[in-house]
C-alpha cells in the first residue's frame, strides 16, 4: 500500500535561518506531489505542486522553494526563514487521475520560527 | 476561478443528534467536490468525493453528503454524532475544466460533539 513521510514532525527554528523539510512516498511511482501550508489551525493554501523529477511550479511567491531530486522525494527549504513562515507544512500526494483523484496528505511538519 | 466556502466556523452538535456540515463552491466547469477530516496535529484525512453520478455520496466513518448542482452546495451529513467526530472538516473544489493541479480548499469547519 501506499504511505507518506514527512520530517521532522516538529521545528523550532530562529530568524534567518535555513529550512529543509522532506517527504517521501512509498508504494507507487511517478506520483504528483504537492506541498500545503496551513496557518492557524485553519485554510490551506497550496505553495508548490510537481508532476515529475524537477519539475516545480509555484502558486505562491513567497521566501520558500521546493525541489524533487528523486521520482518519490518532495523537498521545502528556505535560505533565511521569516516570522510568517511559522506554520503546519502538509506535504500530499494525488492518487488517481489528474481532475478526479483525491489527495493523501501526511502527517505535517509544524514550523516555528522564533 | 473557482472557490468554496464554508459559512460556519463552528458547529456545535449533541451525541446522536443528526450532523450536517456546510459548504458551497463556485467553478467555471463542472465541480469535483471533496471532504477531508483532520485531527489535532495531524494531517488531513480523506472522506469522500462527488465526481459524477448520484447526488448522495457515501463515504468513510458513516458520512455522507449531498451534491446539489442548483444550490452550488455540497453539504457533509451524518445521521448519528459520535464523540469521536469531534474534529476540523475542510471541503475543497477541483474546476474540472481549469483546474487540473490545485485543489481549493474551504477555511474549515470545527465540528464538537458534546457527550
Known amino acids: 500500500s501506499q504511505t507518506i513521510h514527512q520530517w521532522p514532525a516538529t521545528l523550532v527554528q530562529p530568524v534567518g535561518s535555513p529550512l529543509s523539510l522532506e517527504c517521501t512516498v512509498e508504494?507507487?511511482?511517478?506520483?504528483?506531489l504537492y506541498w500545503y501550508r496551513q496557518a492557524a489551525g485553519r485554510g490551506l493554501q497550496l505553495l508548490f505542486y510537481s508532476v515529475g523529477i524537477g519539475q516545480i511550479s509555484s502558486e505562491v511567491p513567497q521566501n520558500l522553494s521546493a525541489s524533487r531530486p528523486q521520482d518519490r522525494q518532495f523537498i521545502l527549504s528556505s535560505k533565511k526563514l521569516l516570522l510568517s513562515d511559522s506554520g503546519f507544512y502538509l506535504c500530499?500526494?494525488?492518487?488517481?487521475?489528474?481532475?478526479?483523484?483525491?489527495?493523501?496528505f501526511g502527517e505535517g511538519s509544524r514550523l516555528t520560527v522564533l | 476561478a473557482q472557490s468554496v466556502a464554508q459559512p460556519e466556523d463552528q458547529v456545535n452538535v449533541a451525541e446522536g443528534n443528526p450532523l450536517t456540515v456546510k459548504c458551497t463552491y463556485s467553478?467555471?466547469?463542472?465541480?469535483?467536490l471533496f471532504w477531508y477530516v483532520q485531527y489535532p496535529n495531524r494531517g488531513l484525512q480523506f472522506l469522500l468525493k462527488?465526481?459524477?453520478?448520484?447526488?448522495l455520496v457515501k463515504g468513510s466513518y458513516g458520512f455522507e453528503a449531498e451534491f446539489n448542482k442548483s444550490q452550488t452546495s455540497f453539504h457533509l451529513k451524518k445521521p448519528s454524532a459520535l464523540v469521536s467526530d469531534s474534529a476540523l472538516y475542510f471541503c475543497a473544489v477541483r474546476d474540472g475544466v481549469t483546474g487540473a493541479n490545485n485543489l481549493f480548499f474551504g477555511t474549515g469547519t470545527r465540528l464538537t460533539v458534546i457527550p
Open positions: 467553478v467555471s466547469g463542472n465541480p469535483y
Open positions: 508504494g507507487t511511482s511517478n506520483p504528483n
Open positions: 500530499a500526494w494525488r492518487v488517481g487521475s489528474l481532475n478526479t483523484g483525491e489527495l493523501f
Open positions: 462527488y465526481i459524477t453520478g448520484d447526488n
